[in-house]
């Protein structure tokens, strides 16, 4: 718990483990219904997003580096709240950051959220696959 | 008090056709005094998004899984957990749930340790009862508690252990996986996560019958002389087998179980749900890889 977490993400775990288990997903259910759909550019253009394959739900992820900063874009099935709720944390958490601040966002964010127990560490695996895919769209952006 | 049962005439060739209810008998009988129905899906939100009114949720990792422990939930927790969701013991239960069911049969098997008698599937499951058209909500459901009482789990007749398994070799085992993860091509179903098995592969003699060749394309298990055809003609089950099934942690290979023990009439059918995630890790288990079942280890 000693790591520099970006104010924001530092702000999402905070609100997660403030709360008890059964809130933790409450409030992972509130976040599923915050994901926004997908910007209509992206949703015409099927080949600029990655499928995620860590997680059980087919979900697509596609970050964008902006002006403003880096955004995360995803859609995955209504069907798949959890999956969902860990693309919408995401989304939030990157959300104007730069490139070299999301890039150091720590690989094992997801855990600090204290789902484990709640979600199981099988599902939040998920989360982990598409942290890592989002920053490897963007190293590999950077390097080009 | 357990409720008259579905005698739709699709159900009757089965071995235990009273283990099925179509969606369109659960319907008309929601709300019946007698009646609990339960979801379990993988999704552990999937409920909360929407759900069968008046049904209660069970979920597999949160509340049957010890949470400390590789194991079910004892005596005790069942209990009071069932007294939780308003069932008693002698409620009839009808399970539904996402991806075919998997984990609405992952819950009655584990029910079924504990002894519970009247144990249903909603045939077909969330996804043919949402197709349809029925009735969802999200409202939360509020039963009465119940005094549901302790009662010891035994896992003895249709549970397997490593060991079990061991002693089993030369008996009929069914891998219920992807072919993919039964050659040992990889460790996983395709497009799921990895889980942690050190080796890939299967059981040596295990004979490899993905769990949805069981299943229509609408969800629904499949007519008996199909079911026949798959595991008795192509499988090799004959009547008197002691079989085993496994996959990955156990809950596809409690869908296989359903069909072998109610729908198929075998009367010794265990689930290993150590399934690959135990054995593929384990020191010095015998594995087969590839497409043949493998020799018999000496």
């Given amino acids: ?144 | 008090m357990p409720i008259e049962i579905d005698e739709s005439p699709e159900f009757a060739e089965y071995a235990y056709p009273e283990r099925l209810v179509t969606t369109n008998w659960l319907e008309e009988r929601l709300g019946a005094p007698g009646l609990v129905v339960v979801e379990s899906d993988e999704d552990v939100l999937l409920y909360e998004v929407g759900h069968i009114p008046g049904a209660v949720k069970i979920d597999w990792h949160t509340d049957l899984n010890d949470p400390v422990q590789r194991d079910y939930i004892d005596g005790e927790r069942f209990a009071e957990l069932l007294s939780s969701r308003g069932i008693a013991r002698d409620d009839t239960v009808v399970f539904y749930g996402d991806k075919s069911n998997w984990w609405a049969a992952y819950a009655l098997w584990v029910f079924r340790l504990f002894g519970h008698s009247d144990v249903r599937l909603l045939d077909g499951g969330r996804d043919k009862w949402i197709a349809e058209g029925r009735p969802m909500t999200t409202d939360a459901t509020a039963r009465r508690p119940a005094e549901y009482p302790v009662v010891e789990r035994d896992d003895s007749v249709i549970r397997a252990y490593k060991d079990d398994v061991l002693a089993h070799l030369g008996n009929p085992l069914i891998d219920v996986r992807s072919p993919e993860e039964y050659s040992g091509e990889r460790n996983t179903a395709p497009a799921y996560p990895e889980e942690g098995a050190l080796r890939s592969g299967h059981i040596p003699t295990a004979s490899s019958v993905p769990w949805s060749k069981a299943v229509a394309d609408d969800g629904t298990f499949r007519p008996l002389a199909e079911l026949n055809a798959i595991y008795r003609d192509e499988a090799g089950l004959k009547d008197g087998d002691d079989v085993v099934a496994y996959c990955r942690i156990g809950e596809r290979s409690s869908h296989t179980w359903f069909v072998l023990q109610y729908l198929l009439g075998f009367n010794k059918v265990r689930n290993y749900d150590g399934s690959w995630t135990e054995w593929g890790s384990a020191v010095r288990v015998p594995i087969a890889v590839g497409e043949e079942p493998g020799e018999l280890p000496r």
């Fill in chain 1, 1 to 144: 718990m000693t790591e520099i977490l970006p104010a924001q993400l530092a702000e999402i775990r905070d609100e997660f483990l403030a709360v008890d288990e059964k809130s933790r997903l409450q409030l992972l259910l509130e976040f599923s219904m915050e994901l926004p759909d997908l910007p209509s550019r992206y949703a015409e253009h099927p080949d600029l997003l990655e499928r995620v394959v860590e997680c059980q739900s087919p979900i697509f992820i596609f970050v964008e580096v902006a002006d403003d900063g880096v955004h995360l874009h995803a859609t995955a099935p209504r069907e798949a709240p959890t999956t969902r709720g860990f693309a919408s944390i995401l989304a939030q958490a990157v959300d104007g950051l730069s490139v070299e601040e999301v890039l150091a966002i720590p690989s094992d964010f997801p855990q600090m959220l204290g789902l484990g127990r709640a979600v199981s560490p099988l599902r939040l695996n998920g989360m982990n696959g598409m942290l890592q895919r989002a920053k490897r769209q963007l190293a590999e952006r950077a390097a080009a």
